[in-house]
């Protein structure tokens, strides 16, 4: 009997000092929650006492904060992007709204000859389909990134989308005093997209590389293993910062050119996020290559 008092005395002990060595690293853990939420400190949760249940319960606090640093930070990304967004989108908007303006005011002027006035208005109406352009360019670079934006996935003969588009440039081209040097296989290559995103993506790079680039323009279409390449190149004017080059509004030049580069490579980028296609920009030189890849969609 005396023995068996012992030991129950002995357990409760123990018992007893387990409590409270507990209740110590559990209070331990609280003062560095707080001091964890009161301040930047990115200091992992510790623990002295040596328990299973407890250190399991540390790791998953400790991967819980980590997760919270990193939403915060991606907040704060967000925010820093989005103040910056409405900056440019204000400085992009109040640019040719101000030019606009001030060649409507010198038409005004009673002093002017015929030929002052057709160069005014002509300014004028140019600048305005600029803002127009930015106008429609805002609008449709929301619809695309918006949750609800559905494509029509097909098979697609890149061949055939390829060449139609390349004809409708032929204009522009011409006016530019430009040959786009052309590469696209006898064989045809086919891809599973939607085709009115696909024929923008083209569009909208060729338009860069006539607007922003000197020389000629060369288009190729490619295999690559499992995967089809569109690979447009141009020479460009200005050093281009690649890390850059499909933010939103980035210039490469804008004091020189008057005109900011606007958003029709974001609007490239995100059709081809929505499309699981990549695109990627690389420099050689003073030349950029634009490629975008599609999987291959073979026949079954």
Known sequence: MLIFNVVTLLLLGWMFARWLLLKREIKS???QLTYYRNSDSLQKIEVSLIDK???QLTVEVNLLMDTIAQETAEKRRTEHELKQAVANISHDLRTPLTSILGYLQLLNGEDLTIEER??????????????KSLLNDFFELSVIESMDYEL?????N????LTNTLLGYYDSFMEKD???LVTIPEHSLYIMADESAVKRVIENLLNNALSHGKGNVSVALEQFGRYIRLIICNEVYVAVDMRMIFDRFY?????????GKGLGLSITKSLMEKMRGSIRAECDNAEISMICEWMESRPN
Do not use: C, F, H, W
């Not at 029509?152 to 697609?156: E, T, Y």
């Not at 890149?158 to 989308?161: P, Q, R, S």
């Not at 490469?252 to 005109?259: A, N, Y």
């Open 29 to 31: 853990v609280t003062t």
């Open 53 to 55: 249940d407890m250190e």
């Open 118 to 131: 057709v160069e005014y208005q002509g300014v004028a109406i140019s600048r305005g389909n600029r803002l």
């Open 152 to 156: 029509s996935i097909k098979r697609v």
């Open 158 to 161: 890149m061949n055939d989308l």
């Open 178 to 180: 430009k040959e786009p």
């Open 251 to 259: 210039t490469e030049d804008q004091v020189r050119t008057g005109l």
